[in-house]
Structures are given as C-alpha cells and as structure tokens.
C-alpha cells in the first residue's frame, strides 16, 4: 500500500469515503491488509482478484472505523449476485482500478444506498472503441459541446458515473440494467456533479425520466464518481 485518501466532494455529510493507493498486486500486498479473509469463491482466483478483493474490504472498513466503529470489525461478506453485504444498519459501495481501491460508507439513516466508482482515464483513442458500448446516440457529443472536457475525459466521467448509479440502484432493482438503460445528460465542472437520467423505468419509484443527481472528483492518475439515495424517511 502506497497511500491512502479521504474525499468529502463526492457525498453529503455523513457518508464517509476512504481510498488506498496500492503497489503492484503481490502476495506481499495481500499480507498489508491484514485481517482481511478472502472468501472461498476466490481463494483459487488470479492474484489482482484477491488483491482488489482485499484492498476494496480493507478500505471499506477505514471508512467504518470512521463511521461506524461498533460494527468495523465484521466482515463484509460478497453476495451471490456480487454485491457487498453491509451490516444492518449500514450502507457502502466499493471499488478499484488499476493502482486504486475506493469504499464509502454510510449509517442507513445517512443515506440509503450509496454506489462508488474509480476509473483511470481513458487514454486517446479509447472513445473509438468503448463509447458505443456506454453511451446511446448524441448523448457523449452533447456532453463534449457543452463542457471543457475532452472526448476521453467525458467517456470516463459517463462509464464511471453509470457504474456508480448502478451500485447504488442496485439495492432497490435487484436486477442487471445496462449502460444504455440511462444517459448522462450533464455536467457541472464548478460543482463537480453530474446528472443522470433514467431512459427505461427499473421500479415504480425509479421512473423513465427521473433525475438523479452524483458528484466527481478527479485526481491526476484516477476519476472517481459518488451517488447516495436519500434515506427513504427524510427524502434528504
Ligand atoms: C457490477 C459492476 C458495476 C462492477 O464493476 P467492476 O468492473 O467489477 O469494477 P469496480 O471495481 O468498479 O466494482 C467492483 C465492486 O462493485 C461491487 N459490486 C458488484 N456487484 C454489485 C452490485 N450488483 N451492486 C452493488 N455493488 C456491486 C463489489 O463490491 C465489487 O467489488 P468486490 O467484488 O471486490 O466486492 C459492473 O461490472 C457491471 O456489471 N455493471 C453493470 C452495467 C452497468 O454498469 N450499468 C449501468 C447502468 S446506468
């Protein structure tokens, strides 16, 4: 581990994030994260697994150390369908790229879900070959017209925005939805946040048209974007 991080641009108060900066994946990496187990659905899988699978838990439990200390030691297990399970009462998002591993977490009357995304520029020429895959139509040419930002930095922004809508809807749709299913309509450089619009309803909560708002950071190697659902009592 090289570094850790903190951010309080990507999510309201009380939604607390904790980032690493990690070495090249080595068992020696694997042995800095402590107390971490590695569950037996990947103890036979390739080394970079096991290491952002650690890294990822490791900087989860930084950020509950912060939040919530009284359950900071339990384990977060991976659910059949990937996503972590929390303790009760606790809500999080993990993530990691290349170099990087990311969590936020949260007491559920902070928010109700919460989704987190890490993602290294994308380098020239990339937009050529993933945009079609995350972005429908105009919607990355609308983006590049109305911002200072650059094919590639915008194709970043909109794959990692996308990917931290879907670990915080994911909770309540319980179901995969796709990189064209939402489009990301626009961004406010001042502000550091985005908006997404849902392009198909998920649940009769989450309409076609609805409007959710997230916010980025961007760091010199990495972008990382944040999403929180309000808590379902305070609408906040
Ligand atoms: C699940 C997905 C978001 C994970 O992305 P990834 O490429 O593995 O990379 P990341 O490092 O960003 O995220 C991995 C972490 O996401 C979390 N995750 C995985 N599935 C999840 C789910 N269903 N819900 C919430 N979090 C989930 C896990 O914590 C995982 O890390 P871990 O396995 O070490 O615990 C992505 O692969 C995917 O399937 N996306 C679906 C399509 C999509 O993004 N649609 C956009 C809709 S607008």
Not at 58 to 64: E, I, K, T
Not at 168 to 183: M, N
Request: glycine content about 8%.
């Amino acid at each position: 581990m090289r570094a850790s991080f903190s951010s309080s641009k990507l999510f309201p108060a009380g939604v607390l994030v904790h980032g690493i900066e990690l070495d090249t994946p080595s068992e020696a990496t694997l042995l800095a994260f402590d107390g971490i187990g590695i569950p037996a659905s990947l103890e036979k899988a390739v080394l970079k697994r096991r290491v952002d699978f650690a890294a990822g838990r490791f900087a989860a439990r930084a950020a509950m150390r912060a939040c919530v200390p009284e359950v900071a030691e339990l384990a977060i297990p991976l659910g059949a369908d990937r996503a972590p399970i929390w303790p009760r009462g606790v809500t999080g998002s993990i993530a990691h790229t290349a170099g990087f591993a990311v969590a936020a977490v949260a007491r559920t009357d902070a928010a109700s879900a919460i989704g987190i995304d890490v993602e290294r520029w994308m380098r020239a020429g990339a937009s050529d070959r993933v945009a079609d895959h995350i972005t429908h139509g105009d919607e990355l040419d609308t983006l590049v017209r109305a911002s200072e930002w650059g094919e590639n930095e915008a194709l970043t922004l909109v794959f990692s925005a996308k990917e931290s809508v879907y670990k915080c809807l994911y909770p309540e749709v319980q179901r995969w939805f796709g990189f064209h299913d939402a489009r990301v309509e626009a961004i406010d450089e001042e502000a550091g946040a985005f908006v997404v619009r849902l392009l198909v309803p998920l649940t009769p909560s989450l309409p076609a048209g609805l409007r959710l708002h997230g916010r980025f950071e961007r760091r010199p190697e990495v972008l990382m974007t944040g999403m929180a659902r309000p808590h379902a009592h305070t609408g906040t």
